[in-house]
């Protein structure tokens, strides 16, 4: 019974309970009572074996300790230590060295990944709209005065053959003569006006000729559309582009319509 | 000569290609322990090459019998590090160092004795005494040990931690190994 005393004690003992007065009377009964004193060391070590925290706290006195401590001064204790450090330096030294390579591994897999963004960036976004002007913006699908009537094929074929020597601003004088005679066939005439303005980069005005075409109740009115949104492809105005494109697509017998088709859904 | 009695006596031998081998295969757990503890890679590599040191120390000097290299290898280094840190100590192991570190391998090397006694005889127990002692150690209060271990009340649960302890006790200083740990 009274050993169960002891471990009720020595439990409070442990975990720092006892009042002052408490402890000084439980290290004077541990002085008189060798038992105790050793019930309580190996209370302790128990504990101290057991936790994951706390480690043996006291200081060793037995006789082997100074045995072993002997052995840690013997010269084959002391080989092997330095036999341990050379296959540490080796050892972490290639650690290091793979550490280094890891630093250096990310920067350089970041830079692959840009490079490699960069490439697909190329082949698959959206070409911007200077490039596509570049791919789609073509002058030269000008229509033919072959089979005209001689005088007016005249004129006409003289003013073909401004547009085709670049004499771009005459084109357009022999162009608005016929325009302000003549009764028929006035697209044709007009388109070699609007090529002729945009090679001058006259463009609202390009604009204007086109937008007559489109609203003409000619068969080929809308060449007048495609040939307003190349200008603003050219102008890079995206927004009447688009709208432009979508009265093309609305239907099929519209000239261009693929490539306007092809342009809107490159745009979308 | 089994696979763990091979690997002690190329240990203790020196054996160039399997200290390599052990650094690339043990230190990594070693490390991952002692970083999950608050622990730093340059105390983690500190704390490997002590607890080989001992090891080799426990098994040539001592003729230590241990079942698991590996294992018992880790669990040397383990509690080096909970001794460093419960100590809020840090031992730095230097081939040039011209500080003796005899004392304190020499204490950590009884204490790592001791542990084993401690733990073998544990062990052996009957599986409720060493639950029992378990929780006890654990702060586990007696109210909830006597619930989960279903005691009648409370005090019974008291009582049987204290029986188990005192037979762990008995069993421990009744071994040779005791004495000869024991301080003076």
Same mark, same amino acid.
């Given at each position: 019974m009274e050993d169960f005393l002891w471990e009720l004690k020595t439990e409070r003992f442990l975990k720092g309970e006892m009042t002052p007065e408490e402890l000084l009377d439980f290290e004077q009964e541990q002085k008189d009572q060798p038992e105790l004193k050793e019930y309580v060391t190996l209370s302790k070590q128990l504990q101290q074996a057991i936790s994951? *925290?706390? $480690?043996?706290?006291h200081k060793n006195t037995s006789k082997h300790y100074h045995t072993v401590q002997k052995w840690y001064q013997e010269v084959d204790v002391l080989d092997f230590k330095e036999k341990l450090q050379q296959h540490a330096d080796t050892a972490f030294e290639t650690e290091k060295k793979t550490f280094t390579l890891k630093k250096y591994w990310f920067p350089l897999a970041a830079a692959c990944i840009a490079l490699l963004l960069t490439i697909v960036y190329q082949f698959t976004t959206q070409p911007t709209l200077d490039e596509l002007y570049t791919q789609y913006?073509? $002058? !030269?699908d000008t229509p033919s005065f072959?089979?005209?009537d001689q005088n007016t094929t005249d004129i006409k074929e003289k003013i073909e053959l401004l547009y085709k020597n670049s004499e771009y601003q005459k084109c357009i004088l022999v162009a608005d003569r016929f325009l302000n005679s003549a %009764? %028929? =066939?006035k697209t044709n005439v007009r388109i070699y006006k609007g090529f002729s303005l945009v090679q001058l980069h006259q463009n609202s005005e390009a604009l204007q000729v086109f937008k007559t075409i489109s609203e003409? =109740?000619?068969?080929?009115?809308?060449k007048g559309l495609w040939y307003m949104a190349l200008v603003y492809l050219k102008t890079e105005d995206a927004k009447n582009l688009q709208e432009t494109l979508k009265k093309i697509t609305?239907? *099929?017998? !519209?000239?261009k319509y693929s490539e306007a088709l092809e342009l809107l859904e490159t745009l979308e | 000569m089994t696979e763990n009695e091979d690997c002690i006596r190329k240990f203790i031998d020196g054996d160039a290609a399997f200290l390599k081998q052990l650094y690339a295969k043990n230190y990594f757990g070693v490390e991952a322990y002692i970083l999950k503890n608050s622990g730093t890679k340059e105390q983690a590599r500190d704390v490997f090459q002590h607890g080989l040191l001992v090891l080799y120390t426990l098994l040539k000097k001592e003729k230590l019998q241990i079942s698991n290299f590996d294992n018992y290898l880790f669990t040397v280094c383990k509690n080096f590090w909970i001794k460093q840190s419960s100590q809020n100590s840090v031992t730095k192991l230097n081939t040039?160092?011209?500080?003796?570190e005899s004392p304190d391998l020499a204490s950590f090397h009884i204490e790592q004795l001791q542990w084993n006694l401690f733990k073998e005889k544990l062990e052996s127990l009957k599986e409720t005494c060493k639950t029992i002692i378990k929780l006890t150690l654990a702060k586990v209060s007696y109210a909830e040990i006597s619930k989960k271990l279903k005691f009648s009340n409370e005090n019974a649960a008291r009582q049987k931690a204290f029986r188990c302890k005192t037979k762990l006790f008995k069993m421990i200083q009744a071994d040779v190994r005791f004495k000869k740990l024991k301080n003076n």
């Amino acid at each position: 019974m009274e050993d169960f005393l002891w471990e009720l004690k020595t439990e409070r003992f442990l975990k720092g309970e006892m009042t002052p007065e408490e402890l000084l009377d439980f290290e004077q009964e541990q002085k008189d009572q060798p038992e105790l004193k050793e019930y309580v060391t190996l209370s302790k070590q128990l504990q101290q074996a057991i936790s994951e *925290k706390d $480690w043996f706290a006291h200081k060793n006195t037995s006789k082997h300790y100074h045995t072993v401590q002997k052995w840690y001064q013997e010269v084959d204790v002391l080989d092997f230590k330095e036999k341990l450090q050379q296959h540490a330096d080796t050892a972490f030294e290639t650690e290091k060295k793979t550490f280094t390579l890891k630093k250096y591994w990310f920067p350089l897999a970041a830079a692959c990944i840009a490079l490699l963004l960069t490439i697909v960036y190329q082949f698959t976004t959206q070409p911007t709209l200077d490039e596509l002007y570049t791919q789609y913006g073509t $002058w !030269n699908d000008t229509p033919s005065f072959i089979v005209q009537d001689q005088n007016t094929t005249d004129i006409k074929e003289k003013i073909e053959l401004l547009y085709k020597n670049s004499e771009y601003q005459k084109c357009i004088l022999v162009a608005d003569r016929f325009l302000n005679s003549a %009764t %028929t =066939d006035k697209t044709n005439v007009r388109i070699y006006k609007g090529f002729s303005l945009v090679q001058l980069h006259q463009n609202s005005e390009a604009l204007q000729v086109f937008k007559t075409i489109s609203e003409s =109740d000619a068969i080929d009115a809308s060449k007048g559309l495609w040939y307003m949104a190349l200008v603003y492809l050219k102008t890079e105005d995206a927004k009447n582009l688009q709208e432009t494109l979508k009265k093309i697509t609305a239907l *099929k017998t !519209n000239y261009k319509y693929s490539e306007a088709l092809e342009l809107l859904e490159t745009l979308e | 000569m089994t696979e763990n009695e091979d690997c002690i006596r190329k240990f203790i031998d020196g054996d160039a290609a399997f200290l390599k081998q052990l650094y690339a295969k043990n230190y990594f757990g070693v490390e991952a322990y002692i970083l999950k503890n608050s622990g730093t890679k340059e105390q983690a590599r500190d704390v490997f090459q002590h607890g080989l040191l001992v090891l080799y120390t426990l098994l040539k000097k001592e003729k230590l019998q241990i079942s698991n290299f590996d294992n018992y290898l880790f669990t040397v280094c383990k509690n080096f590090w909970i001794k460093q840190s419960s100590q809020n100590s840090v031992t730095k192991l230097n081939t040039v160092t011209l500080v003796d570190e005899s004392p304190d391998l020499a204490s950590f090397h009884i204490e790592q004795l001791q542990w084993n006694l401690f733990k073998e005889k544990l062990e052996s127990l009957k599986e409720t005494c060493k639950t029992i002692i378990k929780l006890t150690l654990a702060k586990v209060s007696y109210a909830e040990i006597s619930k989960k271990l279903k005691f009648s009340n409370e005090n019974a649960a008291r009582q049987k931690a204290f029986r188990c302890k005192t037979k762990l006790f008995k069993m421990i200083q009744a071994d040779v190994r005791f004495k000869k740990l024991k301080n003076n």
